[in-house]
């Protein structure tokens, strides 16, 4: 009788990963509501330990065994730095700083808001047992929560505005700049919650020598041909992962500090499309499970979902009590606050990386983990039926008024 190996059952696991999710998204058909992402994020959840595990204890033992567990998250931590690495590098600097004003006030307000009001949650959250992590200092939990409210994950943002044909327009360029600067503070706070003052001086040795490679690092991609720096590229995200992980501020940080130091315009910008977007259906899919086998509900089901829909209230009404207030600042036209505050709202994959890392550290409990995994799923899922017609209304009063409607901004 043949025993089943596990390079089979690491098949089989891969197999469910990709297979179940496109089904899901091909046949009901939820391309409007739910992309393929979001699909995948879900899929993760519903393989998990929670459901599946819960359901069906003997099969979901057979197939998620730690070897086989443990091979699943070597390709997710992979997958995961090449795709925050692409993040870094679609940050736009230069347009940000031209537009330096606007994009300030905007993205501010639009970050602080749901920041303070999610910090305001995570007090409240810190009076219930089951919800901080065990290493968790109080700020840390409170700040971590307060960002998860305020995050806007750019790649997907980018994602559904080339759906909803706007990336290339003023509004899209607009959308870029301020998911941009949001995205620098998002990490920029995530490094700060995991400074370990206990070794501080190893972080300071990171930086600093991540600051002189960062001078040689640069002047050997501008040498070079685009054909060589695709080579290079992975090279410098491991380098840079693994001086951050080694300094205590986790290999996802150094995979950004890894892209943000690279200059957009040394890639063709459909060559990092395609590299993106390939990374997104044959890696992340399985970041997504591995993602999914840490949701736990021990909590209990009804606890984590009502703190899910808290999390998402104060998220959504803290991004666009944000932006109207900097729209009545910047004097803006008449809807567009709304669109952009509703654009905005896309957390999928970044919110979920960062909380991700919030886990490892144990800032974070589990139920506190799958509370936000479920907000980011159903902020992003919200994100098209309510831009849609806010968009399609927008366009009637440009064409209504003979403006052009490339003119929409």
């Not at 949001?182 to 972080?203: N, T």
Request: with cysteine; aromatic share 10%; charged share 15%.
């Amino acid at each position: 009788m043949h025993t089943i190996t596990t390079t089979e059952l690491f098949l089989i696991a891969m197999a469910i990963i990709f297979t179940v999710p496109y089904l899901i998204w091909r046949l009901a058909r939820t391309d409007y509501w739910a992309p393929l992402v979001v699909v995948q994020i879900v899929a993760g959840i519903l393989l998990g330990p929670g459901v599946l595990g819960a359901a069906f204890p003997d099969y979901y033992t057979f197939i998620f065994r730690p070897e086989v567990i443990t091979a699943l998250n070597g390709l997710a931590w992979w997958a995961v730095m090449l795709f925050v690495c692409i993040a870094g590098i679609e940050l736009d600097l230069v347009k940000t700083w031209r537009n330096r004003r606007e994009t300030g006030i905007t993205a501010g307000l639009a970050l602080f808001v749901p920041l303070l009001a999610g910090s305001l949650l995570a007090l409240l959250l810190m009076r219930w047992p089951g919800w901080v992590g065990s290493a968790a200092q109080p700020w840390q939990f409170v700040v971590g929560i307060g960002m998860s409210c305020a995050v806007t994950a750019l790649p997907i943002l980018i994602l559904l505005m080339e759906k909803l044909q706007i990336l290339r327009q003023p509004l899209g360029q607009r959308m870029l700049r301020y998911a941009s600067l949001d995205d620098i503070a998002i990490w920029a706070v995530l490094a700060f919650i995991l400074m370990d003052w206990e070794r501080i001086g190893r972080q300071g040795a990171f930086l600093a020598v991540f600051a002189v490679a960062c001078i040689g690092f640069r002047r050997v991609m501008r040498a070079i041909p685009e054909r060589d720096r695709w080579y290079v590229l992975p090279i410098w995200l491991c380098i840079c992962a693994f001086g951050a992980d080694w300094a205590g501020l986790h290999f996802m940080v150094g995979a950004f500090l890894a892209g943000v130091v690279i200059d957009g315009h040394w890639f063709r910008q459909d060559h990092m499309d395609q590299l993106r977007n390939h990374v997104l259906l044959v890696l992340m899919p399985v970041f997504f499970l591995s993602t999914g086998l840490r949701t736990t509900w021990e909590t209990g089901g009804a606890a984590v979902f009502l703190v899910a829909g808290l999390l998402l209230l104060v998220s959504v009404a803290g991004k666009l009590a944000g932006v109207h207030l900097a729209a009545r600042i910047l004097h803006w036209p008449r809807g567009d606050a709304t669109l952009v505050g509703w654009l905005l709202q896309t957390k999928a994959l970044i919110l979920i990386i960062f909380v991700n890392v919030l886990l490892d550290k144990s800032i974070i409990t589990s139920a506190t983990f799958t509370a936000m995994l479920l907000m980011a799923v159903a902020s992003t899922m919200i994100t098209i039926p309510r831009v849609a017609p806010l968009l399609a209304r927008q366009r009637d009063r440009v064409v209504g008024t003979g403006t052009p409607e490339n003119a929409v901004s």
